[in-house]
């Protein structure tokens, strides 16, 4: 990565760390602020930090990270290899929903990780990365697994691990999901896969 990139980066993360633009700023513990290879050409964006998130500082430690770490050895992804943050970097109490004021206050930072990583493809987990990155209103259950292409970056939207853990029935469907993700990967940037060996 070039100087310009590194000190990029590290000036987004500062202002993440420190950011009180909405209301999540005043009750979480950790802001998250994503993971991973950061000129990865595959981002995974979720909905926002739960518990364990909150108490770590890093997206997807939890229950639900567990499931996403195997639904990457399905792509033949890791955590190394692939960048992984959230719509909204500050747990919404509960695990409730991100309010539509908090995503707003929020994106901002995605759509700057966005531009420093310059991804090929984007997987949105679940309905609410969905709704704000690929189409308002998006459908789950019945657009999953679809992909559109803009701006030369490839989209598609799987369930989220955590539906996943509630709802064993969405998994054969999301099996079939990852393996187009596996090649569309192998299609629009197969170094990833050489570079692995
Ligand atoms: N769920 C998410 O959407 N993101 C996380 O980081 C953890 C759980």
Not at 12 to 37: E, H, P, Y
Not at 138 to 160: P, S, V
Not at 165 to 187: A, G, H, M, Q
Request: overall charge positive; glycine content about 8%; aromatic content about 6%.
């Amino acid at each position: 990565m070039n100087a310009r990139d590194a000190a990029a980066w590290e000036a987004l993360r500062q202002r993440c760390a420190s950011c009180q633009a909405c209301a999540l700023g005043r009750t979480r513990t950790k802001s998250v602020f994503g993971v991973g290879r950061q000129d990865s050409p595959v981002l995974f964006v979720g909905e926002g930090p739960g518990q364990q998130e909150d108490l770590q500082g890093e997206p997807f430690v939890g229950a639900a990270g567990k499931l996403l770490d195997e639904m990457l050895s399905i792509i033949d992804l890791g955590r190394d290899n692939c960048y992984i943050t959230n719509i909204v970097k500050c747990r919404p109490p509960g695990n409730r929903d991100p309010r539509e004021e908090e995503q707003a206050a929020c994106v901002g930072f995605l759509r700057e990780q966005i531009a420093l990583v310059r991804p090929r493809l984007i997987i949105c987990l679940g309905r609410i990365a969905a709704g704000v990155l690929i189409e308002k209103d998006y459908r789950i259950t019945r657009q999953h697994g679809q992909w559109i292409e803009r701006d030369g970056i490839w989209y598609t939207a799987i369930y989220h691990p955590s539906a996943l853990l509630r709802d064993l029935r969405r998994r054969p469907e999301t099996f079939l999901d990852l393996l187009s993700i596996r090649d569309k990967v192998r299609e629009v940037c197969p170094e990833l896969y050489a570079q692995r060996g």
